[in-house]
């Protein structure tokens, strides 16, 4: 068993990384101490795998259980979805001792925590991650929200969990475009934040590849451990800390954006938003900016490489033909003009997070658009 500290004051909470770990979900909740009822949220379908296990596990150590289902997939980030979710609350007389138990993928861990924040002002909410993607990056650090129709996470807030439970072998059932999905997020972390852990990743391939728990136990512990640290230091992303998990991500989301608002998993758009990135860093390090120096067609191959190992997307093409329902607009001047809509840039430059080492990366701030064109223009 893992056990990780996010240090936040009093706000501090534990991230229980175990294989098997749901049927301690009981245990874990109880633990919080002075619980009155649980309300387990989920999805249909990891309600269907997963849900009478936890719930039974909440049961056994006597605390009262309410439990709501919502329909998988990102329409169930929606206000009528969250109203629906408050007036239960509200109906099954949930007070302030009340526990929200998010078990499920991104969505319902978004969904819930933000229910959560905003319902009585606030009340307490814990995560059961069950895709490779809540586990290494949603669960923990307390951003939670819903969508608008036209922006994805427009409407959230804040609000830690006071535990994250995670099982490494949920991930055995993850359909694989999911597991990809957060394998994205697994490759960036390593890339741009810890040597070690991309090492590692090349190290285990085959491991990886066919999702061995043991393994996935240690890399998603490492994932958590990094993100632990970073939401320690800069919680509501105000010093620049927090902006570094997003290696990939400018890119990544005009991809996400251009291809169709949901149509492609998030962790997608990462995985060649990084190498486009890499390309980007690459080119200003050629014109003469010494932080980029390092990276050089070598650590851009060596990208690629595990990509290819891995069986990971990395073309934008790849991406267009496997999951565009019909002919996407994906030119470089449409994604150019959806990066220059991002929250991030500013005066016509862009800022980004930037490799500049394997393990290491910058928030590089006024990039021209013109050096970002001719890297969408070449492609990979
Ligand atoms: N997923 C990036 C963050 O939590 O800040």
Redesign the pocket.
Known sequence: MTLIQVELNERSYDIEIERGALNHAGVAVASLGNVSRAVLVSDDVVDALYGEKVANAILDRGVDLDEIVVPAGEDSKSIEVANSLWERLLEIGTDRRAVVVALGGGVVGDLAGFVAATYARGIRFFQIPTTLLAQV??SV?G?TAIDLPNGKNMVGAFHQPSGVLIDPDVLRDLPREQYVSGLGEVVKYGASLDASLFETLEANVKDVDACNPDVLEQIVAQCCRI?AQIVHEDEK?ISGR?AL??YGHTFGHAIETALGYGAIPHGHGVLVGSLLAAKLAMRLGRNGDDRFKKIDSEWLARQVALYQNLRLPYRLDDLSKKFAANDPDVAPERLLHIMSTDKKSEFGKLNLILPTALGECVYAKGVSQDDVRLILEEGL
């Open positions: 990056d949603s650090g951003k993100k992303e927090r998990l997003n």
